[in-house]
């Protein structure tokens, strides 16, 4: 009879065992946030990335009942917000990630974190898509025009990028894979500089994501050829696709999404998860949005792991394939 006694108890024990870490979660999630919340940004205030990470925050503090404090940490292709909060460990930090940091720079930097291991995937906010631009004094009125004025004149026409290893390089050298021409990379220390120098003529050409050229497009100070995405975007209606320009296979976004350090309990990154969902499907916050270009398209939270291990994949491979690098 003891033994018996003995073993309920020990039975018992073990299942109280197993099921301390799953009640641990649930009552930290509960509890969470005890305080403020930390969203870094990996590029200066005004960017493409501090315009979702605030549309997303201006909400997420009054759902969490919270304040959640926007952090800007430019450098290093974004990848110093994500160093931070790879190696933070209060609990209550989250990084606002971008494609130039968690799927390009891992295969450009040599990174003090790793990529994957220390910070995992929470929640896909939405994706921004590079428009292929020119100065307004470029004779080609469509991506054929251009693209025959570019062989008619080999290397004589410069493009610009935010950087080497950018959205803006990357995506020019995939049209130059797919159409056979020559052009001159001219990068700079960002989108800004990048825009002056095209709307003044030192550059000619390039590949910028919608946030940063879209009103210039309006204003008339460049011309719209034809954006890298999949389907139309609803900021320009009548500007075609690069396949329906002819240009099949070359697509560029700059995707964003929340990223956390790999040891948040599962209840928090859920719950982060479903909070964010909830905010981006909110017709106002859909509205800034779909003002800086965004193609909104919620994912669950594994099938944005997925997403990312796709990612991480494509630009290994287009970056080996181009020989490109940040020296």
């Not at 039975?11 to 403020?36: F, I, M």
């Not at 034809?226 to 329906?244: F, G, I, Y």
């Not at 700059?254 to 982060?272: D, E, N």
Request: overall charge positive.
């Amino acid at each position: 009879m003891k033994i018996r006694v003995y073993a309920a108890l020990a039975a018992g024990a073990l299942c109280l065992s197993a099921l301390a870490p799953l009640a641990s979660a649930q009552s930290s999630a509960a509890d969470w946030p005890a305080k403020p919340l930390r969203l870094l940004v990996g590029s200066a205030p005004g960017g493409g990335t501090d315009a979702m990470a605030r549309a997303v925050a201006d909400k997420l503090g009054p759902l969490l009942k919270q304040t959640v404090v926007v952090e800007n940490k430019p450098g290093a292709s974004n990848t110093l917000a994500a160093d931070l909060a790879a190696k933070s460990t209060d609990g209550h930090t989250l990084v606002m990630g971008v494609s130039t940091a968690h799927a390009i720079a891992p295969h450009l930097l040599k990174l003090s974190y790793d990529n994957d291991r220390d910070l995992t995937p929470v929640v896909f906010v939405g994706a921004v898509p590079n428009i292929l631009v020119v100065n307004n004094q470029v004779p080609a009125k469509s991506v054929q025009e251009l693209i025959a004025l570019l062989k008619s004149k080999p290397g004589e026409y410069n493009f610009a990028s935010s950087g080497s290893g950018s959205t803006q390089h990357i995506a020019a050298e995939l049209f130059k894979d797919a159409t056979g021409v020559q052009m001159t990379h001219i990068p700079y220390r960002g989108s800004g500089p990048a825009m002056v120098d095209l709307m003044g003529g030192q550059v000619q050409i390039a590949f910028e994501t919608a946030s940063s050229v879209i009103p210039h497009i309006k204003s008339g100070k460049v011309r719209a050829l034809a954006v890298l995405s999949a389907k139309r975007n609803p900021q320009l209606p009548d500007m075609p696709t690069m396949a329906e320009a002819g240009v099949p296979g070359v697509e560029m976004s700059a995707w964003y999404g929340i990223y956390m350090p790999s040891a948040t309990p599962a209840a928090v990154q859920k719950r982060i998860h479903d909070a964010v969902n909830s905010i981006i499907a909110l017709p106002d916050t859909q509205t800034r949005l779909l003002a800086i270009g965004a193609d909104i398209s919620p994912m669950s939270q594994e099938q944005f792991a997925q997403f990312h291990k796709a990612e991480n994949q494509r630009y290994a491979g287009i970056i080996k394939k181009n020989n490109i690098s940040v020296e």
